[in-house]
C-alpha cells in the first residue's frame, strides 16, 4: 500500500511552523512540502501539486481562510484540511466544519494530537480508511414525552446528510410510538422488524434497499414496525445486531428512542457514542433530567458520553441555564430556541424544519448542532461502549437510595 502523503502548513508564525515540521518529521511516509505564510499564496499550489493534507492556521482572518478551505475543498476533493487555531470559540469551530475542514486543533499544538490527527488525514485522503470506519451513533434520550427528541433526531441527521454528505441513518426506536414517518411524511415499505428478520443477509446493498432514501439526501430512514406485537419481538440482542451491521454502511447513526427506561433502551444507550439527553428549562423537566443523569451513573456512562441539550430554550427565562448547570452538576452543551411556529408548521407538513423556513433560527441552530457533531471536532475521547454481562438486571438500576 502506498502510504505517502504530502502536506502543506500555511500559518505566519515561524516557531509554529517549526514545531509542526518537528511534529511531522517522526510520522514514516508523510513529508511537508512547501511552507507559506499566506494562505493564498498557498491555494494554487495545493490544487496543482493535489497535496493530501494542507494544515492551516485561522488565527487571524478566519473568514479569509474559510473561504480558501471551501474552495480547496471543492477543488481538490483528496486535499483534507486540519485547522489550528488559538481560539476555540464554537462558532470558529462550526464554521470550519462547515466549509470541509476535518480537524480542529488548538494551539499550542499537542504532539500527539496532531500526529494522530495526521494520520488519520492520510489514511482518508489515500483511500486507505473508508468514513464508514468512524462511524458515530448518536441518540436522543429523555425519559420525558413531548419534550423534543423527535423533532431534534429527525432534523438533526438530515443536516449531517447535508452537512457531511456522508451516509446517515435515522432509526426510529421508540418501538410503541414511533412517529419518525410522520414528521418526514414517509410510508416506508419496509421497518425494523423486517431488518432484525432477515439479520442473516444484510450487507450493504440490502440496507440501502431497504431503508427508505429521504428524497436527493444521503439520510435513511429505518421506521418502527407498524404493530405493536412485531415491537414486543423485537429483542435487545436483535438492537445491538442491528447497529453492528448498520455501522458498516453509515458513517452517522441517529437514534430516536420512546421515553421508557427499559432493557431494550438501554441497549440502545450503550451503544451509543453520545446521548442528546433532552430537557427544557422548567423544575419538573430538570428533576426528570437528574434522575436520568443519576441512572446514567449507575450504567457507568461516563460525563463525554451523555451530553445535556436544552430545548425549547428562551432568552430571559425565570431559571438560567447557570442554574440549571448547578442543579445537574453538568454544564448545558447546547440549547436549542424555542419556535413552536415554525416546528408545528414543518411537522404538520411532514418536512424538516430547514425546509420550511431555512433561515430561522431554529433551522440555524440544528445545522450549527449537525456542525458540532460532526465526527472531527476537536478530538474528543471516544466514549467507551459497555457490554452487560446475561444477569445484568434493569431493576437493580432503580434501588435508589432515597
Ligand atoms: N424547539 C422547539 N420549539 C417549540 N416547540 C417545540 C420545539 N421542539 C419540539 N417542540 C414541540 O414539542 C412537541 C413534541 O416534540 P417531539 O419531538 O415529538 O417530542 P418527543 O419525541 O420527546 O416526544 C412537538 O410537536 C413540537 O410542537
Ligand atoms: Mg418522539
Not at 462547515?98 to 494530537?113: M, N
Not at 468512524?134 to 438533526?156: M, R
Request: glycine share 2%; hydrophobic share 40%.
Amino acid at each position: 500500500m502506498n502510504n505517502s502523503a504530502s502536506v502543506v502548513i500555511i500559518d505566519k508564525e515561524e516557531a509554529s511552523k517549526q514545531i509542526i515540521k518537528n511534529y511531522i518529521s517522526e510520522i514514516p511516509d508523510i513529508y511537508v512540502d512547501r511552507e507559506f505564510s499566506d494562505s493564498f499564496d498557498a491555494y494554487n499550489y495545493i490544487i496543482e501539486t493535489r497535496t493530501n493534507i494542507v494544515i492551516v492556521d485561522i488565527s487571524e482572518d478566519p473568514d479569509v481562510t474559510f473561504e480558501l478551505i471551501y474552495k480547496i475543498t471543492s477543488l481538490n476533493k483528496q486535499a483534507k484540511i486540519i485547522v489550528t487555531s488559538y481560539n476555540t470559540d464554537a462558532d470558529l469551530v462550526i464554521k470550519s466544519m462547515r466549509t470541509g475542514a476535518r480537524e480542529f486543533l488548538t494551539k499550542p499544538l499537542k504532539e500527539e494530537e496532531l500526529q494522530n490527527a495526521i494520520i488519520k488525514m492520510r489514511d482518508l485522503s489515500l483511500g486507505n480508511l473508508s468514513d464508514n470506519n468512524k462511524c458515530k451513533i448518536i441518540s436522543t434520550f429523555s425519559n420525558k414525552g413531548g419534550i423534543g427528541k423527535t423533532a431534534i433526531a429527525v432534523n438533526l441527521a438530515l443536516e449531517l446528510a447535508n452537512l457531511t454528505k456522508e451516509k446517515v441513518a435515522l432509526i426510529d426506536l421508540n418501538l410503541q410510538l414511533g412517529d419518525v414517518t410522520t414528521f418526514l411524511d414517509l410510508n416506508p415499505s419496509f421497518d425494523i422488524s423486517y431488518v432484525v428478520n432477515n439479520i442473516n443477509r444484510v450487507d450493504e446493498t440490502f440496507l440501502l434497499s431497504t431503508l427508505e432514501k429521504y428524497k436527493d439526501t444521503s439520510l435513511y430512514v429505518l421506521a418502527d414496525p407498524p404493530y405493536l406485537e412485531q415491537a414486543e419481538d423485537i429483542t435487545s440482542d436483535q438492537i445491538s445486531k442491528l447497529f453492528d451491521v448498520l455501522k458498516e454502511t453509515f458513517s452517522y447513526i441517529i437514534v430516536d428512542t420512546g421515553s421508557n427506561f427499559d432493557g431494550k433502551t438501554i441497549t440502545v444507550l450503550d451503544n451509543s457514542d453520545l446521548i442528546l439527553l433532552v430537557t427544557t428549562v422548567n423544575l419538573p423537566a430538570i428533576r426528570n433530567c437528574q434522575r436520568c443523569l443519576e441512572l446514567f451513573d449507575r450504567l457507568g456512562y461516563s460525563k463525554e458520553k451523555a451530553k445535556i441539550v436544552l430545548n425549547r430554550y428562551m432568552e430571559n427565562e425565570e431559571i438560567k441555564t447557570e442554574d440549571v448547570e448547578d442543579v445537574l452538576d453538568r454544564k448545558v452543551y447546547w440549547k436549542i430556541p424555542n419556535n413552536y411556529f415554525t416546528i408545528m408548521s414543518a411537522i404538520n407538513k411532514g418536512i424538516p424544519v430547514g425546509m420550511v423556513n431555512p433561515d430561522s433560527n431554529i433551522a440555524r441552530n440544528y445545522r450549527d448542532l449537525a456542525a458540532m457533531l460532526s465526527d472531527n471536532i476537536i478530538s474528543t475521547k471516544p466514549t467507551q461502549k459497555i457490554k452487560r454481562t446475561s444477569n445484568f438486571s434493569i431493576l437493580n438500576l432503580f434501588k435508589s437510595k432515597r
